[in-house]
């Protein structure tokens, strides 16, 4: 997460693809640093794999431009662009053992073989499928295919690597693992990254940026912090994570923050004010669940926001605590808790009169009508 | 235990159960064929003489194999109609795999319809499609007609009765055959390896001869030897559309028995024609277990 600015590589301009009245991508502008691992987060149908395949040239645009290295490649065929592409379905010939595979695209490029059997060999090493190298692809497994796939897609030092779902096939622990691999393997290799999920977690742990689509639109762009502490939009709240909203009028404002007024908190809500808001103007207050507090006592800090409430549910994950909290309107709310200590006994129980807090600081302020 | 003896009895008769099969429609005719083509021709009822004399000793001959070796005409009908099942192997390929293609790529809607066309015609008699096509053919055919009437020709072109309306015929009459196999492999073929190869820099071309050809080819040897097979004993065909004078070894094989009745010598060819069968299909098998080894 750095924040040095990075040189414009990927530019993409006003691109739109629309198949038939259907429009899978709106009018789109983006922008890439050079070595960034920028993913576009969205659920399915949102339009994030046709703006990939726009950019691996599997589909031409409707309108609009796409530019790489300074390059227009809008109008260039697949075979001819600096892009190389790591395919959800990993798509490994199956008639080829894995070191044939990742030897394609260097074949297909005419290099001289002794240059390919080194290159092969280093990637093989990278990916740490030195022993695999004559096997073909149905005695590998999920994982294993997972880095042939990456290695035939990295051998031709592409300019830009495209990932569909790169690890949406693999299970939980394995995936885990494979994002560190994939965030070093892209620190070495300096290739600029453009990663399509529909995973939040995996979006958040890989990117230098994330952008979050929806219906053919980027929502918000921006590094996974400012995209979670700073969600523009309910649905990129709601996408990222969980999230409470009351929504309410702004009864005022101050120099660094607002009052809102809910309906469902009886105290006004203070919140980080970022834009321009006016006085009486519809707004959403919204805060994370594991930013809210929660007491059998009244808490002491004055400048909190306080609400009464009871616990409806609880459920233990563990590493932390989920709660679940009527307010006194009956508005239901997430709290989360981390379980710092271990004890039989639990903090809270169910049908408990409890205390909800937080700090003014933690709500956001959501104007948008999204 | 006893669960498990009777299912041991069970897959031993659903394991028996093909073998059975082959051994009574295919070992034992051949085994009787094999008899005949070893025996001498009489006019008798049945027209050869017995394997056993009356004195229980063996009586065979092999006269009729090398009556085969020194006739020249068997050896020229034989390559004859190695070439021509060749030939209309290939040309059924040509057609084939650019329409199976064409069908495994369009959506599923009318997917079903298109092979239903590829199917449709074996609703009517096999005879009565080569009977069509004498109609096609014939010198004030369809297609002598139109081409007059076009006025690209003004007399009609001999095609009726010459190797040329064989080989239309055998091309029409197996380019289902083709097509089926070849369609089940590139139906199941991803979309995805192909985009792969042009991804990795791999023209249109490349990526069909890197990819999908070598993808396709247990439906293009199965497909060949759907076509081959049959067309290389075809005997309806060549009848109907082919020449006096265009021998065929299906024909002559149908002559020898109906016409000449000489059960031996037509034994005789009809087990050469499966020794000439087996080997295609054997050379077949082993390229593609090498080329599996291989990689």
Known sequence: ?370 | MATTGESKTWRRVTVAIPYLWLFIFFLLPFAIILKISLADPIIAQPPFTPTFDEQGGLSITIDNFLFLLTDKLYAITYLKSVVMAFSATVLCLLLGFPMAYGIAKTAPSVRSLLLLLIVLPFWISFLLRVYAWMGLLNNYGVINNTLMWAGIIDQPIQIMYTDFAIFIGLTYSYLPFMILPLYATLERMDLDLIEAAQDLGASRTQSFWDITWPLARPGVIAGCLLVFIPAMGEYVVPYLLGGPESLLIGRVLFDEFFVNRDWPLASAVAIVLLLLLVVPIVFMQRNDANLEAAE
């Open chain 1, 1 to 370: 997460m750095t924040k040095e600015k990075r040189k414009d590589f990927i530019r993409i301009h006003n691109v739109s693809k629309h198949f038939g009245d259907f429009v899978a991508v709106d009018d789109v502008n983006l922008t890439i640093g050079q070595g960034e691992l920028f993913s576009i987060l969205g659920g399915s149908g949102c339009g994030k794999s046709t703006l990939l395949r726009m950019m691996a040239g599997f589909e031409t645009p409707t309108g609009g431009t796409i530019e790489i290295d300074g390059v227009d490649v809008t109008a260039l065929p697949p075979y001819e662009r600096p892009v190389n592409m790591m395919f959800q379905s990993y798509a490994i010939f199956p008639h080829m053992n894995v070191e044939k595979n990742i030897a394609y695209g260097l074949r297909k490029d005419g290099i001289a073989d002794n240059d390919i059997t080194k290159r092969v060999d280093d990637m093989l090493g990278l990916v740490q499928l030195g022993d695999f190298r004559k096997r073909k692809p149905d005695q590998l497994s999920g994982g294993q295919r997972q880095r042939v796939a990456l290695a035939r897609a990295l051998i031709k030092e592409p300019k830009v690597l495209l990932l569909d779902e790169p690890l949406a096939a693999l299970d939980k622990k394995l995936r885990e693992q494979t994002q560190f691999e994939l965030m070093n393997i892209q620190d070495t290799l300096g290739i600029t990254f453009v990663v399509v999920t529909h995973d939040q977690e995996e979006a958040m742990t890989l990117s230098t940026r994330i952008a979050v689509m929806e219906k053919g639109r980027f929502l918000q762009v921006g590094e996974p912090k400012e995209i979670y502490e700073y969600p523009r939009s309910r649905f990129v709240a709601d996408f990222i994570g969980t999230i409470n909203t009351f929504e309410g009028k702004v009864t005022a404002a101050h120099d660094d923050a607002i009052t809102v007024s809910c309906p469902d908190v009886v105290a006004p809500v203070h919140a980080l004010r970022d834009t321009d808001i006016d006085i009486g103007q519809e707004v959403c207050v919204a805060v994370r669940p594991e930013k809210i507090f929660i007491s059998l006592e009244q808490p002491e800090d004055d400048g909190a926001v306080q609400i009464r409430g009871v616990v409806d549910d609880l459920g233990y994950l563990g590493n932390l605590s989920l709660y679940r909290i009527r307010l006194e309107t009956g508005r239901m709310i997430q709290v989360s808790r981390q379980n710092r200590r271990r004890s039989a006994k639990r903090f809270v129980e169910w049908d408990d009169e409890v205390w909800v807090s937080w700090r003014p600081r933690s709500g956001v302020v959501i104007t948008s009508e999204d």
